[in-house]
């Protein structure tokens, strides 16, 4: 998936969990580790009222506060495996930590996989939550 349909796909989700899980907008945060994304969610958020409350930032954004959901952009999509900033392995224990019942992780599980940490984040979302593909929002 490219950022724009990636950022859709994040909004989808974010909806979902306001409608099923949280009920309340204001409690839920989205973290990207990417400003550009961060202004391209705040963009395509503007689409849905309904999503007007929830936070957009980075990992430093939530520093020291926490949201009754979190949904975490993993943007990262190559062939090389190359996760960038995904690899500080305490930023992403940061990301993780700011959901206090929820959280929902948006990654190409290709990519990521190359990095030990984060694949094995994301096999323990894949066993202890519930694991969708990105093609099932489509």
Not at 27 to 45: C, D, M, S, V, W
Not at 95 to 124: I, P, Q
Request: hydrophobic fraction near 40%.
């Amino acid at each position: 998936l490219d950022m724009v349909h990636t950022c859709s796909l994040i909004l989808q989700i974010t909806w979902c969990i306001n409608l099923y899980c949280v009920q309340r907008c204001h409690q839920i945060g989205i973290i990207t580790p990417y400003n550009a994304q961060a202004a391209l969610l705040k963009e395509k958020r503007v689409q849905s009222a309904a999503l007007a409350p929830v936070e957009i930032s980075s990992v430093d954004g939530f520093q020291g506060r926490e949201k009754d959901a979190i949904v975490i952009s993993m943007v990262r999509s190559n062939t090389r495996g190359e996760v960038g900033f995904l690899a500080d392995n305490r930023r992403m224990n940061v990301a993780v930590t700011r959901a206090r019942r929820h959280c929902a992780l948006v990654c190409n599980g290709d990519t990521v996989s190359h990095d030990e940490f984060l694949k094995r984040m994301v096999t323990y979302f894949e066993e202890h939550g519930s694991y969708r593909s990105a093609m099932e929002y489509q």
